[in-house]
């Protein structure tokens, strides 16, 4: 082993034993990933719980995430306190936990799958464009993790001019 290489192995484990003891080295303890996708709206045209980025004023948005540990176990509303999405004006929609899709005369044979899921219906006076939203999920100790989509035009939020129409 050279002294040079020897130096650099010394220099990387001071850097790694300094970022440790400052804690700007904690380890990330919840993962995070999601979607959105257009929700069931009566007489709203579909397709519902499709991926999509593009809603039209009074169209319900469903975020859907999955929140795992460091082990990777996913975690329902028995090992997060909260999960909240927060859209690019500040305001904040609440998440559940919850099975989809839910046991009902549609749905007789009940959930297939459990996720969190917060949803917003778009308000007739929100104005058209493209927003970045976010979303945190905070775990029964206070501990805290933010999620974001890619940062494309494609993973942003866009809200399109003119109104869904109901069927009557």
Not at 135 to 161: F, S, Y
Request: charged share 20%; aromatic share 10%.
């Amino acid at each position: 082993m050279t002294l040079r290489f020897a130096k650099s192995i010394s220099f990387a484990a001071v850097a790694a034993l300094a970022v440790g003891l400052t804690g700007t080295g904690h380890a990330q303890d919840l993962f995070l990933d999601g979607d959105i996708v257009r929700g069931a709206q009566d007489g709203a045209p579909g397709p519902i719980c499709v991926l999509t980025n593009q809603f039209k004023h009074l169209e319900k948005v469903v975020f859907r995430f999955r929140v795992r540990d460091q082990g990777g176990k996913l975690l329902d509303d028995k090992g997060i306190k909260n999960l909240v999405v927060e859209l690019a004006d500040g305001q904040k929609i609440q998440g559940q936990y919850s099975g989809h899709p839910p046991l009902n005369a549609a749905n007789p044979g009940g959930p297939t799958d459990y996720f969190w899921v917060a949803t917003w219906i778009v308000p007739a006076s929100y104005p058209s464009g493209t927003f970045r939203y976010k979303a945190t999920a905070t775990d029964l100790q206070g501990r805290t993790q933010l999620w974001e989509p890619i940062k494309r035009v494609t993973t942003d939020l866009q809200v399109l001019p003119g109104e869904i129409t109901f069927k009557k």
